[in-house]
């Protein structure tokens, strides 16, 4: 069975470090993989997806940037944090077009 | 589009009763819905969904209805117990890319009174 993996589940950052989140896919191959933000109490909002290695579509101009190194591993980077980059950060993953969308658990980040 | 900036809207409804959470999508050319449950501090799980050749799918408890005329779509839920108390969102994606993109509604926050 197809499982997705997301670390860490909290991070606390200061103002101005760099931020390294992770995501794997075990089970399948060449998922579409997502990256959502959260914000308390609202919506969820697409940053990035990536149909393929090295494929990043972004979203949203803004402090982030995403990476696909390896078929079923998606990484959410940021060079210099911004109070406004806290949030609770999600992974997901589908099986391909037209598929429904499976979550991670997500990483609560606070920036201090 | 997106409303990510906006507050949750927010449902109240007694255990036992039916509830029903509604959604407006924006893309005429979205043609597969997603309704989710997110329950606090975890990451949404999927509930039904529902491809624009249907206007109407019933899971255990929950029935989706599609509205493609107007661009709406609704959840409901029979017989609301507590554990259904959660945020909903509906998520829509389209041929136009290929359904790689898949957007979410604002969400729905249910709490059931016991």
């Known amino acids: 069975s197809q499982t997705i993996h997301q670390w860490p589940a909290t991070l606390v950052q200061p103002v101005g470090s760099p931020l390294s989140l992770e995501c794997t896919v075990e089970g399948t191959s060449n998922p579409n993989l997502y990256w959502y933000r959260q914000a308390a109490g609202r919506g969820l909002q697409l940053l990035f997806y990536?149909?393929?290695?090295?494929?990043i579509s972004s979203e949203v101009p803004q402090n982030l940037s995403a990476s696909r190194p390896q078929d079923r591993q998606f990484i959410l980077s940021s060079k210099k944090l911004l109070l406004s980059d806290s949030g609770f950060y999600l992974c997901a993953w589908s099986v391909g077009p037209g598929g429904m969308v499976f979550f991670g658990q997500g990483t609560r980040l606070t920036v201090v | 589009g997106e409303s990510v900036g906006l507050h949750l809207p927010t449902l109240s409804v007694q255990e036992g009763d039916n509830s029903i959470i509604n959604c407006a999508y924006s893309n005429s050319a979205s043609d597969y819905f997603i309704w989710y449950k997110q329950e606090s501090g975890k990451g949404p799980q999927f509930i039904i969904d529902i491809r624009s050749n249907m206007d109407k799918r019933q899971g255990q408890r929950v029935t989706v209805l599609l509205n493609k005329t107007v661009k709406h779509l609704s959840l409901q839920i029979a017989a609301t117990q507590p554990g259904d108390s959660a945020v909903y969102f509906c998520?829509?994606?389209?041929?136009?890319?290929?359904?790689?993109?898949?957007?979410f509604g604002p969400g729905t926050s249910l709490s059931v009174i016991p």
């Open positions: 990536s149909v393929g290695i090295g494929q």
């Open positions: 998520a829509e994606s389209s041929p136009e890319t290929s359904y790689d993109k898949v957007i």
